[in-house]
């Protein structure tokens, strides 16, 4: 085949068995993407999180979220997001791998290039950190990746989206990113995010770069610049990505749409 295909979902704000979140009920949701997945995209490589996998960061939620995910045909890829708590996380999730100096980051290697996976969250705070540490293990990663194609993956987006509420909690160490990244624009082929809330996509520095929709609830357009972040109930997705050296193709999904199916 030629691409390399794989999910990308996002914020599945899981909480403690029993618990409802704004209303909403984040497992039936994932539960409802986890039977899409496994029916209709069984062939993806994995399937990747961009955080916000657990509301509160409590343990019984990452229990619960670990037995649904259970029922993906394919390996998970987990990042963390500011609602997450790295210590529970990881007393969940204990084979997933982390840095040296603890962070959950990685680089996962295919058969076009490589996905480097970045850990923004940092505790007691709704914004993106990317401290020293972690800028150096990028730095490190990007630099031993000689001439591979790159993608990267993390939760908050190192750039204003033009909606107040998200840009006030973003990555706080934008120009610093961005330094780390400048000398290897030319082979960063795409940048995965979460937290927004929202479809959005364009192009940062000619990178280009998608996020979509969560599981259980959204950010609701607005544009206005009143310190309160609005909330909906507009559809979730997930993303079907299909990659190869030269180009990356993203479908979006929203797979509890039962509208009707016709020929054209």
């Known amino acids: 085949m030629r691409w390399t295909k794989f999910?990308?979902?996002?914020?599945?704000?899981?909480?403690?068995?029993?618990?409802?979140?704004?209303?909403?009920?984040?497992?039936?949701?994932?539960e409802a993407a986890v039977r899409s997945i496994a029916t209709e995209h069984a062939d993806a490589e994995f399937c990747l999180i961009t955080g916000d996998l657990a509301h509160l960061g409590q343990p019984q939620a990452y229990g619960a979220l670990r037995e649904v995910l259970a029922g993906l045909p394919m390996p998970v890829q987990l990042?963390?997001?500011?609602?997450?708590?790295?210590?529970?996380?990881?007393a969940c999730f204990p084979a997933v791998p982390r840095d040296a100096d603890g962070f959950v980051q990685r680089a996962l290697p295919f058969r076009q290039g490589l996905l480097l996976m970045l850990d923004t969250n940092e505790p007691g705070v709704s914004h993106g950190v990317f401290c020293e540490r972690r800028r150096a293990w990028l730095a490190a990663q990007l630099a031993a990746s000689g001439e591979q194609p790159v993608w990267i993956a993390m939760h908050h987006p190192p750039f204003d989206i033009g909606l107040p509420s998200m840009d006030a909690i973003g990555l706080r160490e934008a120009d610093a990113f961005e330094a780390v990244i400048a000398p290897h624009r030319q082979r960063l082929r795409h940048l995965f995010f979460g937290h927004v809330h929202r479809p959005v996509s364009g192009s940062w520095l000619g990178v280009p770069f998608s996020t979509l929709r969560a599981l259980n609830h959204q950010v609701a357009l607005d544009f206005r610049d009143d310190g309160r972040i609005p909330g909906s109930f507009e559809p979730p997705a997930y993303a079907v990505v299909l990659a190869d050296e030269r180009q990356t193709v993203i479908h979006n999904h929203d797979f509890l749409d039962a509208s009707e199916r016709f020929l054209l």
């Open 79 to 90: 990042l963390l997001g500011n609602h997450d708590d790295r210590h529970a996380f990881q």
């Open 7 to 30: 999910i990308h979902l996002t914020d599945t704000h899981f909480v403690e068995p029993g618990e409802r979140l704004y209303g909403g009920d984040p497992r039936s949701r994932l």
